[in-house]
């Protein structure tokens, strides 16, 4: 399994990304897909979760803000980040977890300006 992330950028504070991550493999649709997030000098946290069935799950300081989805049709995931704040800027990491396979992506920078 390979995690792709892509999407990231530098935007202004108020402004919206919207990452994705493409995963290959061939079962998606029965995998567990999150998105973690570290700031330089913090440790890693989990920002959202999509379960196979459609369930999600959010940190505090993103809900209403970030809405995550998956199409199962193309293996992708995507965040949608809106009102971005300063303190959203980290790399963003999408995972993977099925049974006990954990996969992880290399991860994509966002950077939000004040």
């Known amino acids: 399994v390979q995690l792709q992330a892509s999407g990231g950028g530098l935007v202004q504070a108020g402004g919206s990304l919207r990452p994705s991550c493409a995963y290959s493999?061939?079962?998606?649709?029965?995998?567990?897909m999150g998105w973690y997030r570290q700031a330089l000098g913090k440790q890693r946290e989990l920002v959202a979760n999509?379960?196979?069935?459609?369930?999600?799950n959010y940190a505090d300081s993103v809900k209403g803000r970030f809405t995550i989805s998956r199409d199962n049709t193309k293996n992708t995931m995507y965040l949608q980040m809106n009102s971005l704040k300063p303190e959203d800027t980290a790399v963003y990491y999408c995972?993977?977890?099925?049974?006990?396979?954990?996969?992880w992506g290399r991860g994509t920078q966002v950077t939000v300006s004040s």
């Open positions: 995972t993977s977890k099925y049974g006990f396979y954990d996969y």
């Open positions: 999509i379960l196979s069935g459609g369930s999600t």
């Open positions: 493999g061939s079962i998606f649709r029965i995998t567990d």
